[in-house]
């Protein structure tokens, strides 16, 4: 996909003047982005995984108590059937099942116990892995064989290949720490957070040059920021930009051919389907270059095509309001009340500020 990047100065501060005399924004983001993570969870089994305890006094090991569980989720996650709830999204209320474990060190072994209950916290099953650590290629595959068993435990289809494109993304313990690190940094949504993301997940690459994960994150970061400068008022382009750039650089140098987003909304689920469960495409990416292709056909006069464009960009990223506001304004010009009214609406709901 080639992505639009020119820049209508003229619309926008048009826009965004008539909008708002100053830059102000109300948006919570994290709020925001687990609310809309959530609810685009429309899998049939939910899985609440906590993080696992760990039993000992090594802090190289620390990080584990959440990488265990985020590697397990990502293969659970992986097929249309199970949604993936952590310690830190709001829904808990939809839970069917919960994972919980502890682990420990034992000459040169982590020693993992996991639990699966019910949501009444009736013991289903449990597992004992001995897994060699660190930087063994184990710790992925014996993660990845629990996964399949839990997945059976439950009475769940799943595609082993699905599982096992997972289980490629890496060789590299010391890169998938990174990864984690960056990842518990991002999803906590803020611009410094999202700093500290950038960092790890470059440390990612850095460790494991040919996976994906750290490219990944870099991705999703940026696009992130691009949201946020958005909703400010500021440039936001280069963030967009810089996230085209390293899709095209993990394609060449991962032979990744889809961008695996973390921030991506799942696909609703087919019980007899156990494929793989989210949407490959950076949704942020395709709802930027549609947000460029609306301020185009407003340029050029063309209203029709711009209210298309700008469906399609709120479609894709329904937390943003400047997007939904250009909607309201589109509407209006077209004698589309209702629409209008609706995105309007949408605004207000999403940043009270504007």
């Known amino acids: 996909m080639r992505f639009l990047f020119t820049f209508f100065f003229g619309v926008l501060f048009f826009l965004f003047s008539s909008a708002s005399p100053t830059n102000a924004s109300c948006v919570h983001w ?6 809309s993570l959530a609810a685009h969870q429309k899998k049939n089994t939910a899985i609440y995984l906590q993080s696992f305890s760990f039993e000992g006094k090594n802090a190289q090991l620390t990080w584990l108590r959440s990488g265990i569980p985020f590697l397990l989720g990502d293969y659970l996650s992986n097929t249309n059937l199970v949604s993936v709830l952590e310690s830190d999204q709001s829904n808990k209320e939809k839970i069917n099942y919960i994972l919980e474990g502890t682990f420990h060190e034992a000459k040169g072994n982590l020693q993992v116990y996991i639990s699966l209950k019910d949501k009444q916290q009736k013991l289903l099953k449990t597992f004992s892995l001995q897994i060699p650590y ?3 290629t184990a710790f992925f595959e014996t993660l990845k064989n629990t996964s399949e068993e839990i997945l059976k435990a439950l009475k769940l289809s799943f595609h082993e290949e699905a ?9 590299s313990t010391q890169a ?3 990864f984690v690190q960056g990842r518990k940094e991002l999803f906590q949504f803020t611009e410094a957070s999202a ?3 950038l960092a790890a997940f470059e440390e990612a690459k850095s460790a494991d040059p040919r996976s994906p994960l750290g490219y990944q994150g870099v991705i999703d970061t940026n696009t992130f920021l691009g949201l946020v400068a958005k909703q400010k008022k500021k440039n936001f382009s280069p963030f967009y930009k810089a996230a085209a750039k390293e899709v095209e650089v993990m394609r060449k140098i991962t032979q990744e051919k889809l961008t695996p987003s973390l921030l991506a909304f799942e696909k609703s689920g087919d019980e007899n389907d156990g494929k793989k469960s ?12 549609a947000f460029l292709e609306a301020l185009h056909y407003g340029d050029q006069k063309q209203l029709k095509k711009a209210f298309t464009a700008l ?8 937390e943003d309001a400047v997007a939904w506001h250009f909607l309201s304004d589109v509407a209006t010009k077209l004698g589309k009340t209702e629409e209008a009214k609706n995105a309007y ?3 207000k709901r999403l940043d009270p500020c504007f």
């Open 345 to 347: 609406n949408q605004v």
């Open 195 to 197: 700093e500290k993301a």
């Open 278 to 289: 989210k949407t490959s495409a950076n949704r942020f990416l395709a709802s930027h270059n």
């Open 311 to 318: 469906k399609t960009t709120v479609e894709l990223v329904p």
């Open 30 to 35: 994290p709020q925001l982005m687990h609310y």
């Open 176 to 178: 998938y720490q990174w």
């Open 134 to 136: 660190p930087e063994h």
């Open 163 to 171: 599982l096992q494109q997972i289980r490629n993304r890496t060789q």
